[in-house]
């Protein structure tokens, strides 16, 4: 089955812009979380979406948010982008609900901010 | 909440030597375990999990780890490394009934030379 798909992989915006990051879940799906992954941070939860609500919240400033389509696709918006959010922001699709053990990673998207 | 330590940021090792990856963890509640490999400019990939019953588990590529409740580690190992198990490695914990939100660790670049 196809796998977790992001969009765009590579990005390239200036500061004080906003972006938006797409994620495409493996079909059936209902659950997407994001995460930033930085050199000095690591791999940071940004938030968790399940039947287009949002579920689980990380702790990230408000100028990080998202949404959840009905097709379980989801979107992450940044704005006011500052240097700081140069990052690779990665997608995760699971089930959400009853057995759901295992998280599947999209390629990621890498955001760099001039 | 949950954290994870991994105890080494780069491990080297000689090709067909044994490896093994340290990785601690702490939480007030139940989780689930494991580990994921990132290789460059690439998304998370699953090794293995641990979520019940016996507490050694074997994943992909020869890979396998020890879930030690008492010492609250989940330790990575290889017999017989190869040089294209070089990446970066990642212990990872989730409460059981938070279905998307992973905690990580810093991560542990193995470094396989010829």
């Known amino acids: 089955k196809a796998g977790v798909t992001q969009t765009p992989r590579y990005l390239i915006k200036t500061r004080g812009q906003q972006v938006t990051l797409s994620c495409s879940p493996i079909?059936?799906?209902?659950?997407v979380s994001w995460y930033q992954q930085t050199p000095g941070q690591g791999l940071q939860f940004l938030f968790e979406?399940?039947?287009?609500?949002?579920?689980n919240k990380g702790n990230f400033p408000g100028r990080f948010s998202g949404r959840q389509f009905s097709n379980s696709r989801s979107e992450m918006n940044v704005s006011t982008l500052e240097l700081g959010d140069s990052a690779l922001y990665l997608c995760?699709?699971?089930?959400?609900?009853?057995?759901?053990?295992?998280?599947?990673f999209g390629q990621g998207t890498r955001l760099t901010v001039v | 909440a949950q954290s994870v330590t991994q105890l080494d940021s780069q491990v080297p090792v000689f090709e067909e030597a044994p490896v093994e990856l340290r990785c601690n963890y702490s939480?007030?509640?139940?989780?689930?375990l494991f580990w994921y490999v990132q290789y460059p400019n690439q998304g998370l990939q699953l090794l293995l999990k641990?979520?019940?019953?016996?507490?050694l588990v074997k994943g992909i590529n020869g890979f396998e780890a020890e879930f030690n409740k008492s010492q609250t580690s989940f330790h990575l190992r290889k017999p017989s490394v190869h040089i294209s198990d070089t990446a970066e490695y990642f212990c990872?914990?989730?409460?059981?009934?938070?279905?998307?939100?992973?905690?990580f660790g810093s991560g542990t670049k193995l470094n396989v030379k010829p």
């Open positions: 641990y979520l019940s019953g016996s507490t």
């Open positions: 990872a914990v989730r409460a059981i009934y938070n279905f998307n939100k992973f905690y």
């Open positions: 939480s007030s509640v139940s989780v689930y």
């Open positions: 995760a699709s699971s089930l959400g609900t009853g057995v759901d053990f295992e998280a599947f």
């Open positions: 079909s059936g799906h209902r659950s």
């Open positions: 979406y399940f039947s287009e609500t949002q579920r």
